[in-house]
């Protein structure tokens, strides 16, 4: 069985259910993608790793890989196997070096854990077939939130950035540091989330001038 490798595109706010967002899984070699339902936390734990943001306290997923490698024990591949009435399944492949385990994971947690880990993620031609959807260079200029590829890799509904903006307009670049770091100490990661947003739309401004 051929395994395609994937590369995490994206986050963004789910258009097709309320409360939930989308994690964007994209073919390294490829224009095919495969859009999955996560929930607000779980998108939250993938989120604060890609942007190195380094909690007060260990997350689960943190504290899963503290656990592993106490015993050395590694995870070296998150493999995407099935799609099955609109349900992703994911394996975790974890060695000791000398012996091989499979274990089942959820989809979500299976993604936090591969990049905590840095460890690859495939899945079949057979899933991506099924589940995936083809990027094409039309769709490219055309495309909606949900897929495109220059959104941040966490970012929120359109709505929710406008609300943002209001909330911290008037803080200082100094301030919305220190509510960050406030934010991170309390763990309040969603409002983190939209703090470094800000930040970063700032500095992106800054550039462009």
């Known amino acids: ?5 994937l590369e995490i595109i994206g986050i963004s ?14 073919e390294a070699d490829g224009k095919r993608r495969l859009p999955i339902i996560i929930g607000v936390y779980e998108a939250q734990a993938i989120a604060i790793e890609l942007e190195k943001m380094k909690p007060a306290r260990p ?3 943190d504290l899963f890989r503290s656990f592993a490698e106490t015993f050395g024990i590694n995870l070296t591949e998150v493999f995407i ?3 099955v009435e609109g349900v ?4 975790l492949i974890a060695s000791d070096g000398t012996k091989e385990k499979v274990i089942d ?8 854990l591969a990049i905590r880990f840095n460890c690859p993620i495939f899945t079949t031609d057979k899933v991506l077939t099924v589940a995936g959807m083809v990027k094409d ?3 490219e200029l055309n ?4 897929d495109s590829e220059n959104e941040t890799e966490d970012q929120i509904s359109e709505a929710s950035r406008d609300s943002t903006d209001a909330e911290y307009a008037s803080n200082t670049f100094a301030e919305l540091e220190q509510l960050l770091e406030e934010a991170i100490r309390n763990e309040d990661y969603e409002r983190a989330s939209h703090i470094r947003d800000e930040i970063k739309k700032r500095e992106t401004n800054t550039d462009n001038q």
């Open 137 to 139: 260079e039309e769709d």
């Open 13 to 26: 706010y789910s258009q097709s259910q309320s409360g939930a967002y989308a994690l964007i899984l994209g």
């Open 105 to 112: 994971a959820r989809t979500s947690d299976a993604v936090a």
């Open 88 to 91: 992703f399944y994911a394996k």
């Open 1 to 5: 069985m051929e395994k395609r490798r």
């Open 81 to 83: 196997d099935k799609f």
């Open 143 to 146: 495309e909606e939130p949900l």
């Open 59 to 61: 997350l689960t997923h």
